[in-house]
């Protein structure tokens, strides 16, 4: 199956620094990415939906200009934490789906992030 | 709105015994349907879904849109099977909402 990496797998921060997490696609092109958080002993909770080359679509309650996410090119995605808090604390996940026929693709899921704030 | 109810967080079971994970859904249109299972310390990865009617691993998992359900099931599970699973509706052809999961264990 198609390969999702993320970058780097773990990361620790004093608060109110900016932190930067990669989504790649290694051997398929992403037309959409979609960024979730993942909580402690609860669901996938998705933040956003970005198609390459346009502004990404937040989900309600997220903060567009706290988790900046720019898909500039249909292998790379990337989720900048702003100013980041300890309640940012948490495992944020990255999924891709490429090009293929039918009305729904294959999301394919990279292994995550893991965020500390102190 | 969109919902995807798991009502068991924790589901034990002894090897060899049948499995059911629930899942029931909410959602006005077509849903698509889909099992996603994550392995312990694997990624998340897509198990099965509705409109290839496949058997993966031993599960199945049939679209009842009347409950509107959507059960993985497994006659005889295995100990590799432990392992947590999301059950996720697809909609509006680019959104998915994902369950809560649920944590299975077999136990020997």
């Known amino acids: 199956g198609a390969v999702v990496s993320q970058h780097p797998s773990r990361v620790i921060c004093k608060s109110g620094t900016s932190v930067k997490i990669e989504c790649r696609s290694l051997?398929?092109?992403?037309?959409?990415m979609f960024w979730y958080r993942q909580f402690p002993k609860k669901s996938l909770m998705l933040m956003a939906t970005s198609n390459e080359g346009s502004k990404a679509t937040y989900e309600q309650g997220v903060e567009k200009d706290k988790f900046l996410i720019n898909h500039a090119s249909l292998t790379l995605s990337t989720l900048t934490v702003t100013s980041a808090h300890p309640e940012d604390s948490s495992f944020y996940i990255c999924s891709a789906r490429g090009l293929a026929g039918g009305s729904y693709n294959e999301q394919f899921f990279g292994p995550g992030t893991r965020l500390t704030v102190l | 709105a969109q919902r995807v109810t798991q009502p068991e967080k924790l589901l034990s079971v002894f090897k060899g015994a049948p499995v059911e994970l629930k899942c029931n859904y909410s959602?006005?249109?077509?849903?698509?349907l889909f099992w996603y299972v994550q392995y312990s310390r694997q990624r998340l990865q897509l198990l099965l879904r509705?409109?290839s009617r496949e058997s993966i691993k031993g599960f199945t998992a049939d679209l009842n849109k009347g409950e509107t359900s959507f059960h993985l099931k497994k006659p005889f599970a295995q100990e590799e099977d432990s392992a947590m699973y999301y059950c996720a509706l697809g909609y509006n052809n680019n959104d998915m909402r994902f369950g809560a999961g649920t944590r299975l264990t077999v136990k020997p």
């Open positions: 051997d398929f092109q992403a037309t959409t």
């Open positions: 959602y006005s249109g077509s849903p698509e």
């Open positions: 509705h409109i």
